[in-house]
Every structure is written in structure tokens, then in C-alpha cells.
């Protein structure tokens, strides 16, 4: 069968927030862009994002700027982020967020008119720009509708919607293609008629989000299969900081079809609170040494926070999202969960159902349509659910370019920026950040390409090969092989580990490698799941593979990485990022490398006392 | 808790197909998609379904559960009797790709010819500023997820192919509202509305707000003003009458 191709400056792989935006600015520079996505346009899981975009725009409190909003991050992180991804994050967010809202974006508003801030936890203002709690809904329809808007631009000067930009939806790439060492373009099949397809472009984008489909309970979708960090390390391309996989704390627990789910974390923001079983509100008893005297120690103070921000210390509520995960998580193991085993949360009790209908709308239709609880009458019962991988794509901090040159990279597939925790609201903020730079990056390196690269039909032949391998086999079924592998990961290397049982991970996963060369897909090319799971099944073994070994060489417990064994975070830990790489695909390796130290001006944003907490001596000493 | 009960799915390709029956577990708490991939997983591994957040924000698994227009992940298996035969066919508005997936881009095509924001040129992004009260009402219809569910179930092209060409359906009426009511729009699009869209084919039946999964008001609060809006910048309601009228015989 012949092989569709197409000629692109850019493609981008992902069409969630940081892909539109970078398809989006690429388009802008003039450059002739592909948008290629696995889902329809539109459905992509940045419009499961519910609490806002952060972004030090001061409008509810005018102390706010983009330096405070730089320290949040790095402390979320625990001073492992990229110290320059964190300021450019902190200085571009709000031109990000105005720009989306010229573009047809309504968040809801403050008295005088301005975008509405609320409350997230790690932020010390209000912060994130949203509406209701359907925040991604309303930046990925915004998005969708701006790249139309060019689309029509373009249909007034050349008589064609899709002249300059356009979007291959249901399409999955499994393989990117090079001239020598650079990108020259991309290998994939169209999900609906399982036709081959091969993009040749010089430049390619990942924004392919997150690998949360290696874990059994997750709040991610099925896409989130780590297409883009396996196709980075497939181009020869590094990804760092792995281990670090945030588990939301509030997923919901029951009814079993659903656990995983995301339950948005402005609940809490807009004042719920945490309970056990004895009625107790027990994120009192975790607050961590390095944020003692930055969060209330009674619930009186806690409360009066809510209407008095200048003269009391936050919510524990609202401690960054590790430090919540990790308290419900020994809650229920000390016998303190709720009936469905996880804990309370609870609004009810906390604001009138008129206004938790009006700010949490989406949680409330969640929870009585698909579990029968009024959360404006009763508490909701949720707990830790793999939610984002601050591990990805190794990245220019500037321009989104990886090691590989014509790779780039942006959002939750690119690692750095959130350090090895992130920040709710950091997330969006990023995306558009981001994916800006990345579109960007991708056009001035074309701008500099002196010969076009060429694809090789040795490369495609392979790519063919590998990608209906799957049809010609009548082996084991995918299902039961990506379900061995999601219990693996999730009972073995989840939220918190050790290293007896992260080894043994490692060897299931060298098990499943195995069967993976023998899954069959039954059925044709026409739309068969099957076949496409099987596909995505090299992707998640791949990013398991670096997630465990990557875990089991960091001898210590910092956000997203907890371990049992080495419970203490060790200052010297902090300057080493855990990269990972392969040769041809059969295994990772992991290395350390030293961590870039930060620019003296940065630096002297802190206290030196709060530094102390985390830097080597040898460190403070400069 | 659980039990077995009897789905019968539609299967087919390129224009054919037949509704096939299953026996599938069930288990407590569970919805609709949950069976469908039950069945993938362990009877039928190409069954062909889109699905995407499976919490009710994304509106990809839109199909029709016992001949009604439903989304498959927030249709509970306990709002039928274990006893019943469970009916999933894909919508009927649009043609079928594969079992229950379908083709969808009409809706992409009509949202095309919708004419984008258009803020007034002198407004530079920061430099906004709406009251919380203006904004709602164009808000509500940003809430939608374009399952296309309203635009499936609408009478004017759910049997009748021929109108596709002339109405956006109620998804793409609804979009034009919401822009008319933006508080910095300043396209004129209420003549549009009518004549390029058929905002005229609508005769409030409400059968789009009856499935709209996100419980937009999508007559009461965007086609019916938006009809209101028409009929004022025509001045006259006989001449109004009359196009529609006129409109619709030469349709």
C-alpha cells in the first residue's frame, strides 16, 4: 500500500495546550505547520485541567510578581527545577494569559473587572487565572478557536483553510525520522483507516503530555501512553528527572470504574478541608520542617485565613501536592481512611451549596452523576492518583530544543521546569509559556537550516515494518500485557518505594519487553484499538523502564520521589539530575549529571536561611 | 455486586453492519463505557469506540444508549434493571467509520465558517475589562464540550441530509450566540446567523437541550434570544416572516 506523505516546516506531535500554542506561533512566524494528535481536535487532556492558570498578575493582590511566583515554583520543586525554565515561566505567564484572552477567552472576573485569582496550594497570593473549575476546557476551546481564526486568515489570502496550518486528527506518530543526527521529519498511520503516513518537515514539536497509562490508578486519559519521551529517546534524544511522578492527592476512590478521577484541587483553595476517619483534620500533623512557619498550626488561624491573608499563615490544606499525597497516604495505612479507603474532603460543611455549585460546578455534576454524592450536602471520599510526570524531554530553557537538532519539546513531556514537584496551576501556565517558546524555536531553527534534511526510505521501510508488526502476529492479546504493567508500576513504583520492590518492577518489566514482541492485534487496520495498543505498549515499557531504574539510583525522598529506604531529602541529591538515554531502543541507561548551579541575581531572591534547607554547605559558601 | 448482562452493539464498517449480542460482566458502579471496554478487552479487542477523559469533560464517547444520545462514561449501569437488553448504536446524524465511531467533520467544517472574536482594534491583551455579570452569559455556552450530541439529535439534519448544507446545527448557532453576547465582539453577526447559518430551521423543539450533557439552556438562553436579536435588526417581524418562509420553500 502507498504511503501518504506531506512536506511541513513544522509538525507538532499533541494537541493539547502546549501543542496548540506552539502550532500556533509557528503559524505566526509564517512557517507551513502540521498539528498531528491522536484524538480529535479538541479532546485533548488539557481540557481535564480544572483549577487555573497561574500567573503573577497581582489583580487580587497587588503584592504579587513574578519574583514571588519564582521562589513558589522553586520551593514546590524543591529547588531541583531548571532555575531559568522557572523564571521565564514566572516573567512570561501573565502576557501568556492576557494574549488568551484577546484571543476569546472569558475567566471569571474580579469587582473591577479584571481576571479573577484564587488560591492554590504552594502559591502564596491568589494566582490562577480561571473559570469556574473548567479551566482547560476553556484554554484548549480558546486555542482550537485562535488556530481557526488563522485558519481563516489564511483562507482570505490563499483561498485555503489549510494552506498554512493544519491538523491531522486520529493520527498517531510512532516514529520520528532523521537526516544523520537531525530530525527530518516523522512516521505514523491514521488511527480511522490504519493508512501509513510520513511527514516531511525539518522541525518536529513534542507536546505530547504524560505517561500516567503505566499506572492502574491514574487521572490521566488514554493518550497519556509517554509517545513523546519514547520518541525523544528513540531519536537519541535525554530525558531527566524521571523519577518524579506527582500523585495528586485527591483522586476519587469509588465507585471503582472511575477511582483515579480528579477531584481539582480548588476545593481546598476555596476552603475544604481534609478529614480521617475520627473526624480529625489531620494535615496539621504533616507539615514538613522546610515549611513550618509558613502554614497555620490551628485551625482558627487556618480558617480567618480565608478573609485575612496579610495577618495569618495558609490552610496545611494547602501544602504543595506531595506533602498532601504522602499525609492521606499514611492516614489510611495508620487505619484512618474512610469507608472506600480513602479520606474526606469536605466542602458541605465549609461554604453554602449556592456558592459551591457556582465555584465548583464541575466537581458537583462529577460527583452526583457518577457517584451519587451531593458534595454540597455530604464529603466527598478521594485519594492519591497518578496525576503528571515532571520527568521529560531534556530542553533548551529558551527555545524548547533538545539535544537531537529539529527536536523540540514543551509541556508535561519536557522535563525541568517544575523541579521534582509541581504546583498546581503551573501546569497551564507552562503549556503557554512553553509551547510559545518551543513554536518559536522551531522557527528560527529553520531560519538557520541551510539544506532542508532529507528522509531516508530505509527509515520508513523500518518504521513500516515496526508498526504493523502487530497485524501479522496472532499472539498474546495487548490487554492482559498493559494491565500486568499497570499493576506493576503502580504497586511497585508509586508514591511511595522501595528499592527491593523497584528491582522487581525492573524484572517485570524485562518480562513484559518480551511479551510485547509477541502481541498480537486481532481484527484489520480499520480502527482497531487493539493494534493501536499494542503500538503504545513499546512507549509505556520504554518510559517504565526509565521511571524504575531512575528511582532506584536516587537514594533519597524529594517531591515526586519518595523512598521508604532513604526518607530524608540530601542537599547533595539536589545538585545530580538522573538522565536517561538508549542506543536502539532494547534498554535504558541512566547517568547523573550535574545540576546547573543558579545566577547569583536569582539566587539573592531567597533568604539565605531557607536556602540553608536545601543547598550544600559548599554551595552557600559562593 | 456484579452480574452479566446482554449488550447489543452495533459493529460494521463502510455503511453496513449489524447489531451483534454480547453477555458481559458488570460490576458495581460502572457505566456504559466501562462495558464497551470490557468487551475490547476480552471479547471483541477491535471494537471500534471513542473515548478520551472518561469523567465527562471531553464529549468524545457520544453515543446512543437505547436509541438515545448519551455519553457512554456518565451513563451508570444502575439506571437500568439488570434484566434489560442494553442497545449502543454510534449517532445517527453523521455516517458511521467504524461501530460506534463516526465521522464527525461536519461539525469541524461548520465551525470553521463561523467568523472568529473579533475584538475592537485598539484593545490590547491586560486591557480588558468585563463585570462578572456580562460575562455569563456568553460563559455558559463556553461550558460546552462538543460531544455534537445537540447537533446529532437535532430534527432539521438528523434524517435529512439535504439541510446539512444550510444549518450549523445548534452546537454552531450556540457559538454565534456566545460571540454575540461577548461583551467585546463587535462582528455583526446577527444577519450571518440567519442567513448563512439557518438560525431560520429552528423551531425550538429543545430536543438539544434535553441530551446537552453540560445542561446548557442551549434554546432557551442562545437560540431564542439570538432569534430575538434577528428579528429586531430586521425591524419589521413581517418581513422577518417572510425570508424565513421564503428561505425554507427554496430549501
Sequence with gaps: ?622 | MSYKAKFRVWRGEGGEGKLEDFTVEVNEGEVVLDIIHRLQATQAPDLAVRWNCKAGKCGSCSMEINGKPRLGCMTRMSTFTEEEVITVTPMRTFPVIKDLVCDVSFNYQKAREVPSFTPPKDVRPGEYRMKQVDVERSQEFRKCIECFMCNNVCHVIRDHEENKAAFSGPRFLMRIAELDMHPYDVADRQVSAQEDHGLGYCNITKCCTEVCPEHIKITDNALIPMKERVVDRKYDPLVWLGNKIFKRSSS
Design chain 1, 1 to 622: 500500500m502507498e504511503i501518504e506523505r506531506h512536506d511541513y516546516d513544522v509538525v507538532v506531535i499533541g494537541a493539547g495546550g502546549a501543542g496548540l500554542r506552539a502550532a500556533i506561533e509557528a503559524r505566526q512566524q509564517g512557517k507551513r505547520t502540521a498539528i498531528v494528535c491522536k484524538s480529535l481536535f479538541g479532546k485533548a487532556h488539557t481540557v481535564m485541567a480544572e483549577g487555573g492558570a497561574a500567573a503573577a498578575m497581582g489583580n487580587v493582590n497587588s503584592d504579587d510578581n513574578w519574583m514571588v511566583h519564582f521562589r513558589d515554583t522553586m520551593r514546590g520543586g524543591k529547588f531541583l527545577n531548571n532555575w531559568r525554565m522557572a523564571e521565564l515561566h514566572a516573567k512570561e505567564a501573565p502576557d501568556r494569559v492576557w494574549e488568551l484572552e484577546a484571543w476569546g477567552a472569558l475567566f471569571d472576573r474580579t469587582k473591577d473587572g479584571k481576571i479573577s485569582q484564587r488560591n492554590f496550594g504552594g502559591h502564596e497570593y491568589p494566582r490562577l487565572a480561571h473559570v469556574g473549575d473548567r479551566t482547560g476546557l476553556e484554554l484548549i476551546r480558546t486555542l482550537q478557536q485562535r488556530v481557526v481564526a488563522l485558519q481563516q486568515e489564511d483562507y482570505e489570502t490563499h483561498g485555503d483553510y489549510e494552506a498554512y496550518i493544519k491538523v491531522f486528527a486520529e493520527c498517531t506518530v510512532t516514529r520520528l525520522l532523521k537526516d544523520g543526527d537531525a530530525i527530518s521529519g516523522a512516521f505514523g498511520y491514521w488511527r480511522e483507516t490504519g493508512n501509513l503516513i510520513v511527514f516531511d518537515a525539518p522541525t518536529v514539536v513534542l507536546a505530547t503530555g504524560g505517561i500516567g497509562k503505566s499506572y492502574v490508578v491514574t487521572s490521566n486519559s488514554w493518550e497519556y501512553t509517554g509517545d513523546g519521551h519514547a520518541l525523544a529517546l528513540l531519536a537519541g534524544a535525554k530525558l531527566i528527572n524521571m523519577e518524579f511522578i506527582q500523585f495528586h492527592p485527591t483522586g476519587m476512590v469509588w465507585p471503582p470504574s472511575v477511582r483515579g478521577i480528579l477531584v481539582t484541587e480548588s476545593v481546598r483553595g476555596d476552603g475544604g478541608v481534609l478529614r480521617n476517619s475520627e473526624g480529625k483534620r489531620f494535615m496539621f500533623d504533616y507539615i514538613p520542617e522546610v515549611f513550618k512557619d509558613k502554614y497555620a498550626t490551628s485551625e482558627e488561624e487556618a480558617d480567618r485565613w480565608y478573609t485575612d491573608q496579610a495577618n495569618n499563615r495558609r490552610p496545611p490544606e494547602l501544602l504543595p501536592r506531595d506533602e498532601v499525597a504522602r499525609a492521606i497516604n499514611s492516614e489510611v495505612k495508620a487505619g484512618r481512611g474512610s469507608p472506600q479507603g480513602g479520606v474526606f474532603l469536605d466542602v458541605s460543611t465549609r461554604l453554602p451549596a449556592e456558592e459551591i455549585k457556582r465555584r465548583l460546578p464541575s466537581m458537583h455534576h462529577q460527583f452526583k452523576e457518577l457517584a451519587d454524592v451531593d458534595i454540597t450536602t455530604e464529603p466527598m471520599q478521594v485519594g492519591p492518583t497518578c496525576h503528571y510526570i515532571m520527568g521529560g524531554v531534556e530542553v533548551d530553557a529558551d527555545t524548547g530544543a533538545a539535544a537531537v537538532p529539529g527536536l523540540f519539546a514543551a509541556g508535561e513531556v519536557s522535563g525541568g521546569m517544575h523541579g521534582s514537584n509541581r504546583l498546581g496551576g503551573n501546569s497551564l501556565s507552562d503549556l503557554l509559556v512553553f509551547g510559545r517558546r518551543a513554536g518559536l524555536g522551531a522557527s528560527d531553527y529553520i531560519n538557520g537550516l541551510k539544506v532542508r534534511p532529507k528522509v531516508s526510505e530505509a527509515s520508513v521501510e523500518s518504521a513500516r515494518k515496526e508498526a504493523l508488526a502487530p497485524l501479522e502476529r496472532t499472539g498474546e492479546n495487548p490487554y492482559e500485557v498493559h494491565q500486568e504493567l499497570q499493576r506493576s508500576m503502580n504497586d511497585l513504583v508509586g508514591i511511595i518505594r522501595k528499592a527491593g520492590e523497584i528491582s522487581e518492577a525492573l524484572e517485570v518489566i524485562e518480562k513484559l519487553k518480551e511479551r510485547v514482541q509477541l502481541v498480537g492485534a486481532a481484527g484489520n487496520r480499520i480502527y482497531n484499538p487493539g493494534w493501536h495498543l499494542a503500538l503504545d505498549l513499546r512507549n509505556m515499557l520504554l518510559v517504565s523502564e526509565c521511571v524504575a531504574k531512575a528511582a532506584l539510583l536516587r537514594e533519597e525522598s524529594r517531591g515526586g520521589h519518595t523512598r521508604d529506604d532513604f526518607p530524608v531529602m540530601a542537599a547533595d541529591w539536589r545538585r545530580k539530575l538522573l538522565v536517561c538515554s538508549t542506543t536502539d531502543g532494547s534498554g535504558v541507561t541512566v547517568v547523573e549529571q550535574a545540576q546547573p548551579e543558579m545566577r547569583q541575581d536569582l539566587f539573592d531572591l531567597f533568604d539565605r536561611g531557607e536556602l540553608k534547607k536545601y543547598l550544600t554547605e559548599e554551595e552557600m559558601d559562593r
